[in-house]
């Protein structure tokens, strides 16, 4: 027992020591009293004392190291900063990575590639997956043999899944009008990879559900991230989103509504109607038409005389007569959209309707329906500006003068009551061209018979088509007998009602003669 040497007073003696005083001689004179205390051999001391003599007296800072608590403590700490080092370190790179290496592309909700990048995405996926069932190559990523490069080939191959999807529904309007509904499974809110042309883009799509628009829609923001070395492909995969779009619009006009200070498209884009569909009196459509191809044409005469590049038109008569039908058929033919004001809408003011005008998407006609509506306001209130509304008279014709731009505007105007109409808004410049629309005449009822019963398409039989043309004159004969056509040459009959007409006895022309024959004698007995 090595402490057992000696009495508690030589060790306490030996521990207070300080390195200076304990020399050789001390040494000797504790061996001799320890000697003399204690019968142990010298032999068994010298090595004991041989280490206290050795072992210098201990610092603070040996004090510390030799505190397990201590040093368990300092232990954690410096294990936890290290890793907190570490981990600002890989933030750090990872953060220089992205810079250096990585780019985003930000799409906000109220972007146009917005929509055209889901509806991409959606083909571009289902493309993809189809062509590695078939085995097929794919048409946007360049052909890559297995056995030259097969690390390669394995990437080309690979196409990641998306397990979070939303769903986006369409209702599509056939020519005949019957509606079809389909489903595109798009990328959900959250993360995805997918592959374009062999880059690997990280995709995030954010919804935001404190920030609503007014039609309670919350914001959403796509995030697109690739390696820097392939940043062109972002512009590669927004010019085919966007073709993809303007495909699937082909043969369609969409129709715009206002939303806050931008225009937005309302419902899915609506088949075009042939110009042909629309039977307007003789020559009235020719007419319109011919004006607006003319204006079409001299972008650059008018902007030689520096006027305003715009062209307003006011279709003005009862209702039915297919005044809208024709805006609607016109937009379609000159492969227009259609951007709708209505000029009743709560909280439009003169500055947003004015920023309206002056910021239609490209290739759209500007449709003002039933403007003598604000007109009647303003009467009735008989101060500037409109009950219910708060454009006022001024402001309306401020946003039709609009800003001199030498971007191109087409403006349609349309009312019942054309006399209800103030000067000031009809005069040249804000309406260079009035067109009555009105009801029906004996060459547009001659011209819907036909188109409803008549030999279109070259089907019927030569009797029938005779007995087609007595059917038409018979029942022109019984609407002038019935004094339809007395006046001013009109039917008293709208072409709407018309339409209602034959379209309730569809298959049957003696019908609608029938039909006729009976309201005039009803009529005639009243
Ligand atoms: N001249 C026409 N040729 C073919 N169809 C017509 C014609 N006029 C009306 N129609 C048919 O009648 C319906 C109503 O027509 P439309 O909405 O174009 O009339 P409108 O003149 O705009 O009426 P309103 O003044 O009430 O707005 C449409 O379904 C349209 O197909
Ligand atoms: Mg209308």
Redesign the pocket.
């Known amino acids: 027992m090595p402490f057992g040497i000696g009495s508690k007073n030589t060790v306490h003696a030996v521990d207070n020591a300080s390195p200076q005083s304990t020399s050789e001689s001390q040494l000797a004179a504790l061996t001799q009293t320890a000697q003399a205390q204690d019968p142990i051999a010298p032999s068994d001391i010298v090595p004991i004392v041989r280490d206290i003599k050795s072992e210098p007296p201990k610092s603070w800072k040996d004090n510390i190291a030799s505190n397990p608590l201590l040093t368990a403590g300092v232990g954690v700490v410096g294990f936890t900063a290290s890793l907190a080092v570490a981990r600002k370190s890989i933030m750090f790179l990872a953060d220089a990575v992205k810079r250096h290496y990585l780019i985003k592309l930000e799409i906000p909700i109220r972007d146009q590639s917005y929509a055209w990048f889901l509806q991409w995405i959606h083909q571009h996926q289902r493309n993809l997956a189809q062509a590695n069932r078939g085995g097929i190559a794919q048409a946007d990523a360049p052909h890559v043999s297995p056995f030259t490069s097969p690390i390669k080939y394995l990437f080309t191959r690979y196409t990641p899944r998306t397990h979070y999807l939303s769903v986006a529904t369409t209702l599509s309007q056939h020519e005949n009008g019957s509606i079809s509904t389909s489903f595109a499974l798009l990328p959900g809110i959250g993360n995805h990879i997918f592959r374009y042309k062999n880059a690997f883009i990280r995709m995030e799509r954010t919804r935001e559900l404190k920030n609503l628009d007014p039609q309670g829609i919350p914001w959403e923001t796509i995030s697109l991230t690739t390696l820097y070395a392939h940043r062109n492909i972002f512009t590669e995969l927004l010019s085919a989103a966007q073709e993809q779009a303007l495909k699937s619009q082909e043969g369609k006009t969409t129709i715009y509504t206002s939303w806050m200070t931008e225009w937005r498209a309302f419902g899915q884009p609506k088949t075009k109607?042939p110009l042909s569909?629309?039977?307007?009196d003789q020559g009235i459509k020719e007419k319109i038409v011919e004006d607006i191809n003319d204006f079409l044409g001299s972008g650059k005469w008018y902007q030689d005389r520096g006027i305003p590049y715009r062209r307003g038109y006011l279709?003005y008569?009862?209702?039915?007569?297919?005044?809208?039908?024709?805006?609607?058929a016109l937009a379609g033919d000159l492969n227009y959209d259609i951007c709708l004001v209505n000029l009743s809408e709560r909280g439009l003011t003169d500055d947003r309707l004015n920023h309206l005008l002056s910021n239609m998407p490209t290739r759209s006609i500007a449709l003002l329906?039933?403007v003598d509506a604000a007109f009647n306001n303003r009467k009735q209130k008989n101060e500037e500006g409109y009950s219910g509304a708060n454009v006022t008279f001024s402001g309306l014709l401020n946003a039709l003068d609009g800003v001199a731009s030498s971007e191109e505007r087409i403006l349609f105007l349309?009312?019942?009551y054309k006399e209800k109409l103030d000067e000031a808004l009809v005069r040249p410049g804000r309406v260079d061209m009035a067109v009555e629309?009105g009801l029906?005449t004996e060459w547009?009822v001659e011209r819907?018979f036909q188109?409803f019963y008549g030999d279109d398409e070259g089907e019927l039989e030569p009797e029938r088509k005779e007995r087609v043309n007595e059917l038409c004159r018979e029942f022109i004969e019984v609407l002038r007998a019935s004094g339809a056509f007395e006046g001013e040459g009109k039917s008293g009959i709208?072409?709407?009602?018309?339409?209602?007409l034959f379209v309730y006895h569809k298959h049957s022309p003696e019908d609608v003669v029938a039909t006729a024959k009976a309201m005039v004698q009803a009529k005639q007995s009243n």
Request: charged fraction near 20%; avoid cysteine.
């Open positions: 109607r569909s629309v039977i307007l279709l008569g009862p209702p039915g007569s297919g005044k809208s039908s024709f805006i609607k329906e039933d349309t009312t019942n629309i029906a547009q819907m188109r709208s072409t709407a009602e018309l339409q209602g």
